[in-house]
C-alpha cells in the first residue's frame, strides 16, 4: 500500500476521533429565542421567546402536564405563575395573595408548573385538577394568576381534560373579561406541546417535528451561597421526549468511551441543564466545563457524543460543541478502512508524521489544528503528488490539547493531539 508522509514541528500526541463535527446553536441576541435541535440533521428551529406564554402536553392520551414560559432575555423578565387560594374563579384576588409561585420542575415533561402542587401519593391528583377513570377525564380544581412579562396579570383555570381534548379559561386580574379555550391534543400529532400565548390569544403550533434538544432559558433554585435558593433564570439545554443522557464528569472528554457510561443514562430533560459552563466574575466571561462529555441516545436509539467547548453569553446566545456520531461496530469498521491518515510517534517530542492512506492520494483536501475551544489555529490545503512533502507549522503551540482535522472529498478524518 502507498503511503505518503507529511512532516509537522509541533507539541502534540494523538487519539482517534470518528464521524465528528462542530455545531453552534444560538438563543439570540440577549437571549432573545428558544431553539429546537435535532442531532442526525442539524436543524434548528428557533421560536421568540414571547410567542408564547404557557404549553400543553400532547403526546400522550394519560399525560396533562401544563407548562409556564419561564424563558427571558436577559434584561427582560420571565413570566411568574402563582397559585392562589380561592375557591371561585370570580373571588377577589389582590397582590397580597400572590404568595405562592409554582415553578417548571425540569425532571421531565410529564410536570409542568401547573402540575407542581400535585400530591405524589395519590396517582389520580393531577396538581391542577382530579382524575376521575370512570369518565376518563380530569378535572380543575385550582386558581392560579399568571404575571406576564409586561406587569399584565391573568386569571386562570384549567377547567377540564376530557379524552385529547383541554379546556381553560382566563380573565383579567379582576375577574373581568372572561374567555375559554379548547386545545386538542389530536390536531398536534407527533409534538410535544401545544402553546398559547395571551398577548396573541390564540393557540400555535411552534415546535418542530423532530427534535431532541431544547437550547432555552429557564428558572431553577440557586445557592446563593449561604445556603439559600433563588429562583434564578438559567440558559441551558433540556432533551426531548424519548431521549437518555448519561454524563460522563470528571474525565478527559476526548478520552472518555460511551461503553463506560452506557449504565448511566437518565431520562430528565435536564441532564445537561445549564452547569456545563460557568461565570468568571474576575473577568465576567463564561468558561466551560473542560472535564465533561455527554452521550446522547435519542427516541429513534441513535447515539451521540457532545463536548461542549464554548458559549458566547448574551452577546450573541451561542452554545458551541462537538458531535461524534456513535457508530455500530460495522459502521466502525467501515469507517477504519475509510480512515484518512495516521499519527505517529504517539506520544511524541514535539516531532510527528501524517502518514496519509492511500484513498487520499492524488487528491486535494485540507488540514487543520484547532483548540480545545475550537478555534482554528492553524490550516493549510495541500495536493498530494506521491512524494514525501514536508509542512512545518509555524504556530508555537501551548501545552494543552487540540485537534487535527482532515478533510478529503467530504470526508473528515480527527486525530487528538496533546502538547506536551
Not at 415553578?103 to 409542568?112: R, V
Not at 490545503?381 to 509555524?394: D, F, G, P, R, T
Amino acid at each position: 500500500m502507498k503511503k505518503f508522509t507529511i512532516l509537522l514541528v509541533a507539541f502534540l500526541s494523538f487519539i482517534n476521533l470518528k464521524a465528528q463535527e462542530n455545531v453552534q446553536v444560538s438563543v439570540g441576541t440577549s437571549y432573545t429565542e428558544q431553539s429546537f435541535y435535532e442531532l442526525s440533521s442539524n436543524e434548528i428551529t428557533s421560536i421568540e421567546n414571547e410567542s408564547w406564554d404557557i404549553a400543553f402536553s400532547v403526546f400522550g392520551l394519560q399525560d396533562a402536564a401544563i407548562f409556564i414560559n419561564e424563558s427571558a432575555a436577559s434584561m427582560g423578565t420571565e413570566n411568574i405563575l402563582y397559585e392562589v387560594a380561592i375557591v371561585d374563579f370570580q373571588d377577589p384576588i389582590t397582590d397580597e395573595d400572590l404568595t405562592n409561585r409554582v415553578l417548571n420542575d425540569e425532571l421531565d415533561w410529564s410536570s409542568g408548573a401547573f402540575n407542581s402542587e400535585r400530591d405524589l401519593s395519590n396517582p389520580f391528583d393531577y396538581g391542577w385538577g382530579q382524575y376521575n377513570p370512570a369518565l376518563n377525564s380530569v378535572t380543575g380544581n385550582k386558581f392560579y394568576v399568571i404575571e406576564l412579562r409586561d406587569g399584565t396579570k391573568k386569571r386562570i383555570q384549567i377547567i377540564s381534560l376530557i379524552g385529547t381534548s383541554y379546556l381553560f379559561k382566563y380573565a383579567d386580574f379582576d375577574g373581568t373579561n372572561v374567555k375559554e379555550v379548547q386545545i386538542d391534543k389530536a390536531q398536534f400529532e407527533g409534538k410535544h406541546r401545544a402553546y398559547f400565548s395571551f398577548t396573541d390569544e390564540e393557540v400555535k403550533d411552534l415546535e418542530p417535528s423532530n427534535w431532541d434538544l431544547l437550547f432555552t432559558r429557564y428558572s431553577t433554585p440557586i445557592d446563593d451561597g449561604t445556603g439559600e435558593f433563588l429562583d434564578y433564570v438559567v440558559t441551558g439545554v433540556l432533551s426531548a421526549q424519548g431521549t437518555e443522557i448519561a454524563e460522563a464528569n470528571g474525565v478527559d472528554p476526548f478520552d472518555a468511551q460511551e461503553i463506560d457510561f452506557q449504565n448511566d443514562y437518565e431520562a430528565s430533560l435536564d441532564v445537561i441543564g445549564y452547569d456545563w459552563k460557568d461565570l468568571d466574575f474576575a473577568t465576567f466571561q463564561w468558561q466551560v466545563v473542560e472535564d465533561r462529555a455527554y452521550f446522547v441516545k435519542t427516541a429513534e436509539g441513535e447515539k451521540y457524543k457532545l463536548i461542549f467547548f464554548d458559549f458566547e453569553g448574551s452577546s450573541t446566545g451561542v452554545s458551541s460543541f462537538e458531535k461524534t456520531s456513535i457508530l455500530s461496530t460495522s459502521a466502525k469498521e467501515l469507517i477504519q478502512e475509510e480512515e484518512l491518515f495516521k499519527v505517529f510517534p504517539n506520544p511524541n517530542n514535539g516531532s510527528f508524521h501524517i502518514d496519509l492512506q492511500s484513498n487520499a492520494m492524488d487528491q486535494k483536501g485540507m488540514i487543520q489544528i484547532f483548540d480545545i475551544s475550537g478555534s482554528t489555529i492553524w490550516s493549510t490545503e495541500y495536493h498530494s503528488l506521491n512524494k514525501l512533502q514536508h509542512i512545518h507549522v509555524a504556530n508555537h503551540l501551548t501545552s494543552g490539547t487540540y485537534l487535527i482535522r482532515m478533510i478529503l472529498n467530504g470526508k473528515t478524518s480527527y486525530q487528538k493531539l496533546v502538547v506536551k
